[in-house]
């Protein structure tokens, strides 16, 4: 009996002990605490930004939201508080590296630049910068830019790429730069600028926004290709493990398609518009073989 | 912050992809944000004085436009006062007017900039110069006009040098003001200092947000040094013994 009863014992013991992995950085911030924190972005249409009813919603919300139930699961806390904190391109990474937050579900572009400072999960997006100009006005490649003005946002990549692409090709350019995406479209809609570069989901939803979508096309050369991913803290294998676990099962079940279309070909809030953009080869590519390379 | 690389020498790094350093970035913002303030402060001073002096004067609708003009820009945000210059102007004008302001007039940012700033703090110089005036005893004016002055020579030689002198301490806080305020204008694309900090930190040195904000506060807090003490030597200069503050501090 005793010795029956010493073997039970010794094996519920070793069970235990094989899922009784140690949790360390992230993970075990979160079992201790109870709390999982989300940062999110308030104008990111339509990856993450706030809708009519003041609640955070998007795409990159709905896959940082399959994340925290696959904690939930690992921790075994169906009870687990979700909180969720508004971040800027500005405010995102020492927010992250202080404990803030513990994910961040926004735009951010996996760049080597930003992986000394932080790590990034599967790419769940993958952006071309391209330009939109008005319709009419017959731009459809870099060269038709000489002379002109063209805008791009304050702090944004696309700037280096213009530069870049002057210098390559000898354009004469002036550079404008708007405060924000909505100011730099309106320098195109006033026609102060007679281009925005800009990465293509962000001038396709302003497009959708704008009085006359009509009047606008995007137009010219994939100037670069970014991929956005699930910004977590750098050094810890564990939380990046379940992150890139979850887009990974997302993506080969169709659950990731259905979310792209549910965000990307549907009409969303606030304003009930249509993106309709469709899936572009790069993210189905990235979607078929599950990576976080960064640019 | 336990795991944030801190990175001061991060403006002495390369700018990826260009052939440019961080530095010169900063640099090039300063020279705009000096550039901006010192003329906007030039408009400033000059079309202040000329308010703030229009209402004083007995002349009733001189007085009124004055006082209307320090209502309207005293009130509305300087921000809201530089995109109606910039974005809603050349919509109200014909279409070739507002074409040429939106597309062939040169440094448009610059110029908006100095202009709105300029118009914006003239409204407060033009009450700092009022202030100046009636802190003024009456009996100034008057032995002035019983002397056989005209009012504009009353002005000129006995009311206006002692009023600028009383007001050289609130004119230096706007004078500081002009630089801070300066940062508002990249809001309409002036690619001055504060441009310049969003720019590397946005998406050139994602990482190191923290160092190269705290570089620009030192700049800027230089700069308002400089103003300051730069003002305080004038006031020593132009201090009549005798009079408000002449006596040795």
Redesign the interface.
Known sequence: MRKSMLLTAVLVASLTAVHAEELTGTLKKINDSGIITIGHRESSIPFSYIDEHQKPVGYAMDLCMKVVDSVKKRLNKPSLITKMVPVTSQTRIPLMVNGTIDMECGSTTNSKERQKQVAFSNSYYVTSVRMVVKANSGIKSLADLNGKAVVTTTGTTSDRLIKQNEAAKNLDIKNLYGKDHAESFLMVETGRAAAFVMDDILLASLIADSKNPKDYAIVGPVLSVEPYGIMVRKDDPQFKQIADDTLAALFKSGEGNKLYNKWFMSPIPPKSVNINLPMSDKLKDAFAHPNDVGI | ?L???WNWAIILEQ????EEFYYQWLIKGLELTLATALSAWLIALVLGSLIGIARTVPNKWLSALATAYVEIFRNIPLLAQLFFWF?VL??LLPEAAG?WM??SMPY??FITGVFGLGLFTAARVAEQIRTGILALPRGQKNAGLAMGFTLGQTYRHVLLPMAFRIVIPPLTSEFMNMFKNSAVC????L?ELY?QL??I???????N??EVAGYVTLIYLAMALVVNRGMAWVERKVTIPGTIGGTKK
């Open positions: 912050m795991h944030y690389q700018v990826p992809g260009t974005f050349p919509e074409d939106k597309q448009p940012e990249y809001g309409i694309g690619t441009f969003k720019q930190t946005g998406d050139y040195a994602p990482g947000g923290l």
